[in-house]
């Protein structure tokens, strides 16, 4: 006797919800949830990838999981749905990929290592006179 395989297709809302209705969102759950030291970044123009990154600070792993899975929720009720979310086991940096939007949730010692605000902001200043 065999069954058939069930099939679960996932729909994107029409139209999806805009870069700037989704970091609304990322910035409640941000909120919400008390993340610490949230830097938004506007990389239109120096990447196709998104349109905004996030990069936020937990006070620990379980708290850095928890900012994840509330950015997820938050997403979720303007019907965007991540594309992925990665490094929810040791949970020291976790990535959400919500398309126009990225979100970098990572421990202090490991933002400080990695420096991706420095990576993404290089060139917006103006040089500093000597």
């Known amino acids: 006797m065999t069954t058939q395989a069930v099939v679960i297709k996932t729909r994107m809302p029409e139209p999806p919800p805009s870069a ?3 970091l609304a969102q990322v910035r409640l759950a941000l909120e919400e949830i008390k993340a610490k030291d949230a830097v938004e970044i ?3 123009g120096k990447t196709s990838i998104a349109d905004f990154m996030v990069v936020v600070s ?3 792993t379980r708290h850095v999981k928890s ?3 509330e950015v997820v929720r938050f997403a979720k009720k303007v019907g965007a749905m991540p594309l992925g979310v990665e ?3 040791e949970a ?3 990535l959400v990929d919500l398309a126009d939007v990225i979100v970098h949730v990572m ?3 490991v933002r400080e290592f990695y420096a991706i605000e420095r990576l993404w902001t290089v060139g917006d200043q ?3 006179d000597a």
């Open 92 to 94: 020291e940096w976790v």
């Open 20 to 22: 700037e209705a989704l």
């Open 87 to 89: 490094g929810e086991r």
């Open 58 to 60: 937990g006070t620990s």
């Open 107 to 109: 421990l202090p010692r």
């Open 67 to 69: 900012i994840a899975d």
């Open 42 to 44: 506007d990389i239109r």
């Open 126 to 128: 103006p040089p500093e």
